[in-house]
Nanobody, 115 residues
């Protein structure tokens, strides 16, 4: 059974930093790309960043230069380092894995940026 478990969310002031983690089990982690998405109420889930199976990162323009995605294949974990957080980064953050047939999601972790 494939499981993705996010952690590391919380309340942070504008300009602050957080690191999210997503622990993956039940699948050969190193074979697959991983994604981070985020969602605010009443809006569609949006892509934040992606990392390929061989570690090549990609992030969308609104977070480029502030967020860094990485992975540790020995720990079956993908990370999202978030710096210079702004109010607009407030959302529930989800990690995602697609194995070519099924989409797997974690339960999400809330990130709230507020003064």
């Amino acid at each position: 059974q494939v499981q993705l478990v996010e952690s590391g969310g919380g309340l942070v002031q504008p300009g602050g930093s957080l690191t999210l983690s997503c622990a993956v089990s039940g699948i050969d982690f190193g074979r697959y790309a991983l994604w981070w998405y985020r969602q605010v109420p009443e809006k569609q889930r949006q892509l934040v960043a992606r990392i390929s199976s061989d570690g090549i990162p990609y992030s969308v323009d609104p977070v480029k230069g502030r967020f860094t995605i990485s992975r540790d294949n020995a720990k079956n974990t993908v990370y999202l380092q978030m710096n210079s957080l702004s109010l607009e980064d407030t959302a529930v953050y989800y990690c995602n894995l697609w194995n070519g047939r099924y989409d797997f999601w974690g339960q999400g972790t809330q990130v709230t940026v507020s003064s």
